[in-house]
C-alpha cells in the first residue's frame, strides 16, 4: 500500500542524547514535512523540503535537523539542543507544493526520560 | 502573512443534529483551504479542499464545507452527525504566494448518543 511511514511508532531519550525520528514514503511526492504537536495544540513546522538535497527551516528549527538525500526519506534528528523535546512529531508529504493536499504519517510519540 | 483561527475550542453537538466547525482565514494572495481530522493518537486525515470553483465542497465521509471570501471563511459541516465524528478537526490555508501551509489550533468536536 503507498503511504508514509513513521518509525518508530514510541522512543524514548536521556538527557543529552540525540535521537533519530525516520520517515519513508512510496507515494512519490516531491515536498516533505515535519510538524511537532503538543498534546492539546496545534501543528508547528519544524522543517520542509521541496526537492532532494534541500530544505528549509519552519517556525521552530531551533534544536532540530534534516536531511534529504533520497526523495521518499526525510529523517528528523532531535538533538540535545532541543530542550524540550517531549511530543508527537508527525511527518507529511505532498505531490509538489502548490496547492497540493499534504498527507500524514501516523505519528511518533518521543519522550524525554 | 498568513493566518487562520478557529475559534472554538470545543463543539458539543447530538448525534443526528447538523454540525459546524468554523475556521477563519487570512491571506495575501488568493487562499487553498483544507479540513483534516485526527483521531487520538493518529496522524491527521485529509477531509476536503477549496482550490477554486464551486464554493460548496463536498468531501469525505459526508462532510462539506463553505468557502465565503467576504467573511473569510471555510466552515466544515455535517447535516447528520454520528459518534464516530468525535475528534480533533484542523482547517489549514495556503496562500498562493506562501512556500508552506498554516494550521488552526485545532477544534474537539465531541458527538453524543
Known amino acids: 500500500d503507498g503511504g508514509i511511514t513513521q518509525s518508530p511508532k514510541y522512543l524514548f531519550r536521556k538527557e543529552g542524547q540525540n535521537v533519530t525520528l525516520s520517515c519513508e514514503q512510496n507515494?512519490?511526492?516531491?515536498?516533505m514535512y515535519w510538524y511537532r504537536q503538543d498534546p492539546g495544540q496545534g501543528l508547528r513546522l519544524i522543517y520542509y523540503?521541496?526537492?532532494?538535497?534541500?530544505?528549509q527551516k519552519g517556525d521552530i528549527a531551533e534544536g532540530y535537523s534534516v536531511s534529504r538525500e533520497k526523495k521518499e526519506s526525510f529523517p528528523l534528528t532531535v538533538t540535545s539542543a532541543q530542550k524540550n523535546p517531549t511530543a508527537f512529531y508527525l511527518c507529511?508529504?505532498?505531490?509538489?507544493?502548490?496547492?497540493?493536499?499534504?498527507?500524514f504519517g501516523e505519528g511518533s510519540w518521543l519522550t524525554v526520560v | 502573512a498568513q493566518s487562520v483561527a478557529q475559534p472554538e475550542d470545543q463543539v458539543n453537538v447530538a448525534e443526528g443534529n447538523p454540525l459546524t466547525v468554523k475556521c477563519t482565514y487570512s491571506?495575501?494572495?488568493?487562499?487553498?483551504l483544507f479540513w483534516y481530522v485526527q483521531y487520538p493518537n493518529r496522524g491527521l486525515q485529509f477531509l476536503l479542499k477549496?482550490?477554486?470553483?464551486?464554493?460548496l465542497v463536498k468531501g469525505s465521509y459526508g462532510f462539506e464545507a463553505e468557502f465565503n471570501k467576504s467573511q473569510t471563511s471555510f466552515h466544515l459541516k455535517k447535516p447528520s452527525a454520528l459518534v464516530s465524528d468525535s475528534a480533533l478537526y484542523f482547517c489549514?490555508?495556503?496562500?498562493?504566494?506562501?512556500?508552506?501551509?498554516?494550521f488552526g489550533d485545532g477544534t474537539t468536536l465531541t458527538v453524543k448518543p
Open positions: 507529511a508529504s505532498s505531490l509538489g507544493v502548490l496547492p497540493n493536499t499534504i498527507y
Open positions: 507515494l512519490n511526492h516531491d515536498a
Open positions: 523540503s521541496q526537492i532532494v538535497n534541500d530544505f
Open positions: 491571506v495575501s494572495g488568493n487562499p487553498y
Open positions: 477549496y482550490i477554486t470553483g464551486d464554493n
Open positions: 489549514a490555508v495556503r496562500d498562493t504566494n506562501a512556500g508552506k501551509s498554516t
